[in-house]
């Protein structure tokens, strides 16, 4: 058990004059680096990097290198839980910090491996996908750990190249090479091949009960019965390498020339929102307070207001006095309505995993979720977002606006 050296490396901030247009690169210091992975908490943004772990506590304008046992090491996996960091060191093991990177365990399990993903669920089990892809390594696939990354153990996913994990509720979804995606419902005791079973796949991620499967040449694939069937999104070619998820937004990155795309309805239609980013790859994506983080392969990290990929449009930078959730107009409506809404100030999560500062959902006449329209911290300010509602019946519904303690709820009527 060794303590990390900190390196305080502060790197000053590149933003250009129109960084409400574009991507931007979070830092000079970063620009040639490699990023394979990304995570954030609410306090902290750690970048995984050929060169070892980067952290930074304001988004991206200051950072500090970590150094495992005095050694820079490629971080090719990162998962947190609250301030619990954990880390896939390329042939160092899994590292631990239990506060937010300040300290870190060392007891090399799996360290003859790759470990190209790390997920950590609900109930306290931590999942790597190793692959023992040196001389003398081990064996590839899916571990398990019941102590916090202190100890791993086999589950029966085994010799197997895994690049990918995630969980929804009590299940495991592992995305392989050339054997699709694979799921566990007891804690890889057991694991059953899914219906997407031939392609590569090099990302997964969860949002609103529905899993999204990233492919080596094939697009975006996607489940809403947890891969009993799979439908290929519009997104249909491509190396998806990365993929994350905020309120209703599914992101992708893909490597240059189309390499970021925004979804706003499960994969219906994508959009390509690569504006400065230029000539990379986008390895790594993750979404933190309000702003959206692309990791590349050689230009280091890449940073975006998350509002500009929402569709909500910031009318006035006038600070309300109060919060109010305006009528929608036009109302009736079809197929679209505009609402707009004032925010006095910014409320974040009460803790790590609830829903963010504010939120804005959608909800039919009888209580179900439709959608939720905003989920992200706003800077105080009068915000306006449209709600296409083309794929919905005529009817009467409810729109909500969350913050804190103010909430407030309103009627609207698609008349088709």
Same mark, same amino acid.
């Given at each position: ?94 590292? @631990? ?45 899916? =571990? ?37 995606? =694979? ?96 000539? @990379? ?76 500062? @504010? ?58």
């Amino acid at each position: 058990m060794k303590n990390s050296v900190l390196l305080l490396a502060s790197i000053c901030i590149l933003f250009s004059s129109d960084i409400d247009s574009q991507w931007t690169q979070t830092s000079a210091g970063m620009h040639d680096l490699r990023v394979y992975s990304i995570a954030a908490n609410q306090s902290y943004i750690f970048a995984g990097t050929y060169q070892s772990l980067s952290v930074s506590s304001n988004n991206g304008a200051n950072w500090s290198m970590v150094s495992f046992n005095s050694q820079l090491e490629p971080v090719m996996s990162i998962t947190v839980n609250n301030s619990t960091v954990f880390c896939g060191v390329k042939y160092y093991g899994v590292t @631990v910090s239990p506060n937010n990177g300040g300290y870190w365990t060392f007891h090399h399990p799996l360290g003859d491996r790759t470990i190209y993903s790390l997920t950590y669920t609900s109930d306290g089990k931590l999942f790597a996908a190793a692959s023992g892809l040196i001389s003398g390594g081990g064996v590839s696939g899916v =571990y398990l750990s019941n102590d916090n990354g202190y100890s791993f153990t086999e589950t029966s996913l085994m010799n197997k190249t895994v690049f990918s994990l995630t969980s929804m509720n009590n299940e495991i979804f592992a995305g392989t090479q050339n054997d699709g995606v =694979y799921r566990s419902t007891n804690n890889g005791v057991s694991w059953i091949q899914t219906a997407l079973n031939s392609p590569t796949v090099k990302s997964l991620a969860v949002n609103n009960g529905i899993v999204f499967a990233g492919t080596q040449g094939n697009g975006v694939y996607l489940s809403s019965n947890s891969g009993a069937s799979w439908i290929q999104t519009s997104l249909n070619n491509g190396e998806v390498l990365s993929l994350a998820a905020a309120g209703n937004l599914i992101f992708a990155g893909l490597s240059f020339p189309s390499n970021f795309y925004v979804s706003s309805n499960n994969g219906s239609s994508w959009e390509l929102k690569n504006e400065g980013l230029g000539n @990379v790859t986008v390895d790594a994506v993750c979404t933190a307070n309000g702003f959206i983080f692309a990791g590349t392969t050689n230009s280091g990290i890449y940073r975006r207001p998350l509002g500009e990929l929402t569709g909500i449009e910031q009318m006035s930078g006038e600070i309300p006095t109060h919060f109010s959730l305006s009528q929608n107009y036009p109302n009736p409506f079809n197929p679209s309505t505009t609402i707009n809404f004032s925010i006095p100030q910014l409320h974040l999560p009460l803790k790590w995993g609830d829903k963010e500062g @504010v939120i804005l959902e959608i909800y039919d006449v009888i209580g179900n979720e439709i959608t939720t329209l905003v989920n992200q911290p706003l800077t105080p300010g009068i915000y306006s977002v449209v709600w296409d509602a083309s794929n919905h019946p005529s009817g009467i519904y409810f729109y909500r606006l969350t913050s804190g303690n103010f909430s407030q709820t309103n009627k609207m009527i698609l008349l088709k």
